[in-house]
């Protein structure tokens, strides 16, 4: 079965290139969604390595508003004009009027999906990345999203529903507290913990269906081949204690881990 890598490295200052094409995974493509809930305090660095920024709906509301406060001593215009959304999509229910003519002012691109009340803003913004972006290298491309953790329960499960619709993508869903992925079931996962920034309480959930054997290494609380399932075990408050985790299960699963505050 074929290893899929994942590490949190976008969320250091500068991420680390491999000094040769055969040492490690190739770099990759980071997009970036923001949703309509608070900005996490590192969203100004997630932002900068980004290729491709979106804003749904509302998040650009956000963007608007939070950003100048990250940067108390410079003047909120040049701000504002530094973290100009690509693009904005969404069903515009939320978007207010003046923060629209401000980006568009500027060269957003306004896509307005009104007509569509059977997917959520975060779905059409993923789908935007995946199908309307020819010029993005899709190749080895990650998509974070910050704002899809809090709030409204509702909301929170409709983004966690998306990682399963896109299965095929690379989608992280960030809040100030902690990070979320799905580890599809396709493959044996490797999870390189970068423990400046992440760590170390972390969880393995079967969300979409029980797990009949998951198998994991360099977690306190190891998993051999153990069934999880809601209404019996799942593997919550578990602690990392190698820099490499591995996980091996018959269903997909949610991977969660802390954020450090220090970031």
């Not at 932002?47 to 001593?73: I, K, S, T």
């Not at 959304?85 to 691109?109: A, C, H, W």
């Not at 019996?232 to 699963?253: F, P």
């Amino acid at each position: 079965m074929e290893v899929m890598t994942h590490s949190s490295k976008f969320l250091l200052p500068s991420i680390p290139r491999s000094s040769s094409s055969n040492d490690g995974p190739p770099p990759l493509t980071y997009a970036l969604v923001v949703l309509n809930q608070g900005l996490p305090r590192f969203a100004p660095l997630l932002w900068n390595h980004a290729q491709l920024r979106l804003c749904a709906d509302g998040g650009a509301n956000r963007v608007y508003d939070e950003m100048p406060g990250m940067f108390p001593n410079e003047d909120p215009l040049d701000v504002r004009h530094r973290f100009k959304p690509d693009v904005i999509k969404g069903d515009m229910d939320s978007l207010r009027p003046e923060v629209q003519e401000f980006y568009v002012n500027l060269g957003t691109q306004i896509v307005d999906e009104s007509y569509d009340q059977d997917t959520t803003d975060l779905h059409k913004c993923i789908a935007f990345i995946r199908d309307s972006t020819p010029e993005l290298d899709k190749s080895n491309l990650c998509i974070l999203v910050v704002g899809a953790l809090g709030g409204r329960f509702d909301h929170e499960i409709g983004n966690l529903n998306v990682l399963h619709r896109f299965s095929n993508l690379q989608i992280v869903l960030l809040s100030d507290d902690c990070l979320i992925y799905l580890l599809p079931k396709s493959h044996i996962h490797e999870i390189h913990i970068v423990p400046s920034v992440e760590g170390p309480h972390c969880g393995l959930i079967p969300i979409g269906a029980p797990s009949l054997s998951t198998t994991t290494t360099g977690l306190q609380w190891d998993l051999t081949n153990t069934e999880m399932r809601f209404g019996g075990l799942i593997s919550t408050s578990n602690i990392v204690r190698e820099d490499k985790i591995t996980v091996h299960s018959d269903s997909d699963l949610l991977w969660t881990i802390s954020i450090q505050k220090s970031i």
